[in-house]
């Protein structure tokens, strides 16, 4: 079922390891950073907007 | 008919918003079961390609990439089109929730294209039909996510860039036929209706990488919208109270 004979055959791709893993890699690094930066964008952006929300509470209870 | 489910319900960001937070830890789940079973079947079962070698395995990511930058590109100009025709506040959400993703995805396929492109072509980069198409894809999103972001009021930001959106639809048709029409260096087309050239193995790998691809970019845009729906609605009362019960903000 499994289509390589040894872990090395796996990793070297047929002479073509640096290509193949070069592609899988930058996509990983891609597809685990950009949910990063969402939720942290996120996070940021809720803060602000209750900051903003308490000051605008504050200024119509005065 | 008074209790009909209503879908024009969910146009609206206030039921819009739970809805996507509840789906998101569905989409990012279902993304990892299709990717595990893909990468499964594509780097450990599927054979050897007899022209290629094993260097086509990129297939796996360049083409789920590739058709991810071309599909998120026309759900972007569909919202634009809905959003200019009916005037709707969530299109333009949504479109702007899309555009890094897709540009993302029209980025690896262009990377990923190089670095097959140069064990088989022995070239990084030809100004090839196909590939030129797609880096103008490319700027396209970088084009929509610029022009949006230097117009400070958001109405008029989504229709200015509905409507380069809704130009730039014509490209799509040029990258997917560029290979039929013009006598490019890039290979044709994996997957036909009729007669796929592919081994079963290599097509279902290939098929259930680009669901995770799929998947993931769902889940990332609705995380994205989420934020915009809550920035651009912070006047009314569900995202006044949504701001108050929320506590995902707090410790900063």
Known sequence: MIHWNSFSDFIAMGGYGLYVWGSFGVTALIMAIEPIVVSRNRKTTIARLKRQLRAETRNTAE | ?252
């Open chain 2, 1 to 252: 008919m008074k209790d009909r489910f209503n879908l024009y319900r969910f146009a609206s960001p206030a039921t819009f918003y739970p809805l996507a937070g509840a789906l998101i830890p569905y989409f990012v789940a279902v993304s990892v079961v299709f990717g595990l079973a893909g990468l499964w079947l594509g780097m450990l079962v599927a054979p050897t390609d007899f022209q290629q070698g094993e260097g086509y395995r990129i297939i796996f990511i360049h083409v789920p990439a590739s058709w991810m930058s071309m599909f998120i590109y026309l759900v972007m100009a569909g919202w634009a089109a809905i959003g200019l025709a009916f005037n709707t506040r969530l299109s333009g959400m949504m479109a702007q929730a899309l555009a890094p993703t897709g540009a993302l995805m029209a980025f690896l396929s262009l990377l990923t294209g190089a670095l097959w492109g140069k064990p088989m072509w022995g070239a990084w980069w030809v100004w090839d039909a196909r590939l030129t198409s797609e880096l103008i894809l490319l700027f396209l999103y970088i084009g929509y996510m610029a022009l949006t972001a230097a117009i400070d009021d958001a109405r008029r930001a989504d229709k200015a860039g509905g409507l380069l959106l809704l130009v730039g639809v014509v490209n799509i048709p040029i990258i997917y036929f560029s290979v039929k029409w013009w006598n490019t260096l890039h290979q044709g087309s994996s997957v036909n209706l009729a007669k796929s050239s592919m081994a079963t193995t290599m097509l279902w790998g290939m098929l259930l990488m680009a669901m995770c691809f799929w998947m993931y970019s769902i889940a990332v845009a609705l995380m994205r919208a989420r934020t915009i729906m809550l920035e651009r609605e912070c006047h009314t009362d569900w995202a006044r109270a949504e701001l108050l019960g929320n506590t995902e903000g707090a410790g900063k």
